[in-house]
């Protein structure tokens, strides 16, 4: 069992890859040595732990939540794609804050992880729709698209109406999907 783990953290990513599923087969018994090796000070021995856990059925939503506010970017874009694997309602609060990350991969990769959490995540994707930078409109709009929940109606009838065309688009598609697409005119 060592050996997988030392394979894992190795430094060479081929062998890295080829140990996690090794790790899987392990079962539950893996998941406390993942969760130490994902508290490593060296962010590259994170990673993979946190590749692994994603990989893991026996990971726990919770174990990956902490990682969203990792210093290392990379490191925070892992955990956001986990989280997509390990969806649940506890991760709402982390993973829309994390769609105000600095690294446009992690703050996309969170916005993916809202919309397989589904429609638990509405509110809170309506919510940075409408207030905030126009980066995390977009990603929240893009969210709000994607689940097709009637409830994101008014936020997309107004971003229609934004000068921003990516906006426009994604709230223009998110109708569209609602079966809403018809020509607005403003009186």
């Known amino acids: 069992m060592n050996d997988l783990f030392a394979e894992l953290v190795s430094g060479d990513d081929e062998r890295a890859e080829n140990a996690i599923p090794a790790i899987v087969d392990l079962g539950a018994a893996a998941i406390p040595t993942l969760l130490d090796l994902s508290r490593s000070p060296d962010s590259d021995s994170r990673w993979w732990a946190i590749r692994a856990l994603a990989a893991s059925p026996h990971t726990q939503t919770s174990d990956l939540i902490p990682f969203l506010s990792d210093a290392t970017p990379e490191v925070r874009a892992a955990a956001a794609l986990a989280l997509s694997h390990h969806p649940g309602d506890e991760a709402l609060p982390a993973l829309t804050q994390t769609l105000r990350d600095s690294d446009p991969l992690t703050a996309g990769l969170a916005a993916n992880a809202l919309v397989k959490i589904g429609k638990a995540a509405v509110p809170n994707l309506i919510e940075a ?59």
Request: hydrophobic content about 45%; glycine content about 6%.
């Open 129 to 187: 729709a409408q207030d905030g930078e126009a980066g995390i409109r977009i990603l929240a709009l893009r969210a709000l698209s994607e689940l097709r929940d009637h409830r994101a109606i008014p936020v997309m009838m107004k971003c229609i109406q934004e000068e921003s065309a990516v906006l426009q688009y994604w709230a223009q598609l998110g109708l569209e999907r609602l079966g809403l697409d018809m020509v607005y005119i403003k009186p």
